[in-house]
């Protein structure tokens, strides 16, 4: 689970808009910063890029994700069913939460 959130935390970490919000501001001052700012955008450009090229998956054609992830999906419906069927079976002793 922890790992579910730092997945989130990083893909919330790929906002552009404050650092292009902040080059602006640069801009509208005529600040020496603007160099500096349009760097620290072209980093964040790049992160995202090289996180992309990561993804798992990202070598696929869309036609081949989306028949990987109906396989997966009737995999999981098939395993629900039965772990349904086995538990109707009271060959387990399963304490309810309290």
Not at 21 to 36: A, F, G, R
Request: aromatic share 4%.
């Amino acid at each position: 689970m922890a790992s579910a959130v730092a997945v989130v935390e990083e893909a919330e970490d790929y906002s552009f808009l404050p650092i292009i919000h902040d080059v602006i501001k640069c801009m509208d001052k005529d600040s020496p910063d603007v160099h500096q700012e349009l760097n620290k955008l072209k980093t964040k450009i790049q992160e995202a890029r090289e996180q992309i090229a990561a993804m798992p998956g990202i070598d696929m054609s869309p036609a081949l994700q989306e028949s990987r992830l109906r396989t997966l999906r009737e995999q999981v419906q098939t395993k629900n069913q039965l772990l349904q069927k086995y538990k109707s079976l009271c060959m387990f002793d399963i304490p309810k939460p309290s």
